[in-house]
């Protein structure tokens, strides 16, 4: 069964930080897909914050500017979204995503709640 799981999140005072990580079961070939991590809040559509490709080449969201930092693990089959400095308006559901070619797939979600 392929799928994707998301922890890490919770609440976090402003200014503070949090690393979320995405576990691919054993039915993905984890090296193989580029992976991104994407949030999404109500009312607004999902956006992309990261991305690492197989190379290790990495991409951010303007919004980002040095604050986050996205990395992977091929052996662990887990990718990671290291989050510093975090605002109130990073609240979020962050979701992660692999992709390899036309195979897609998506994380459940998990829940960042940045807030004093």
């Known amino acids: 069964q392929e799928r994707l799981v998301e922890s890490g999140g919770g609440l976090v005072q402003p200014g503070g930080s949090l690393r979320l990580s995405c576990e691919a079961s054993?039915?993905?070939?984890?090296?193989?897909?580029?992976m991104s991590w994407y949030r999404q809040v109500p009312g607004k559509e999902r956006e992309s914050v990261a991305s690492?490709?197989?190379?290790?080449?990495?991409t951010y969201g303007d919004f980002v500017k040095g604050r986050f930092t996205i990395s992977r693990d091929d052996e662990k089959k887990v990718g990671y979204l290291q989050m510093d400095s975090l605002k109130s308006e990073d609240t979020a559901t962050y979701y992660c995503k692999v992709q390899y070619f036309f195979r897609v797939y998506w994380g459940q979600g998990t829940q960042v709640t940045v807030s004093s």
């Open positions: 054993a039915g993905i070939t984890f090296r193989l897909y580029d």
């Open positions: 690492i490709r197989v190379s290790g080449d990495t």
